[in-house]
Every structure is written in C-alpha cells, then in structure tokens.
C-alpha cells in the first residue's frame, strides 16, 4: 500500500480523478519495470475498488 498525503482545502473534491491519476501512474510505473500491471478490483481484496493496482501474474488465471 502507498499513501500520498498533501494539504487540501477540499479533500472530497475530485477525489475520483485524483484516484485515476495515481493509480495510472503506479500502473505505468509497474510496467515500464517490465510487469503486466493493471488498475482494477480484485476479488475479495481487504479494500475492493476500481482503483487497486496490481501485477497479473503470467501463469495463472486472472479470475477465482
């Protein structure tokens, strides 16, 4: 898990793009260091969302 923290006089606003933004750049980061990385849900993860990012592993299947 990684936590970006800054002062905002508005925290709740744009709180979605900022969750896009970040998660499109871990994602990026991931696979520019040559993994199969992805911003989506997983499965039964401890805090499930449409911004989780994570590696796919090559040899096993991506659904339970």
Do not use: K
Request: proline share 9%.
């Amino acid at each position: 898990m990684v936590d970006h923290i800054e002062p905002d006089a508005d925290p709740i606003r744009e709180s979605q793009d900022r969750f896009v933004a970040f998660g499109e750049l871990f994602a990026d980061a991931l696979q520019n260091a040559g993994l199969d990385a992805v911003m989506a849900p997983l499965p039964a993860e401890y805090c499930y969302g449409d911004h989780s990012v994570h590696g796919i592993h090559p040899t096993r299947p991506t659904s339970g």
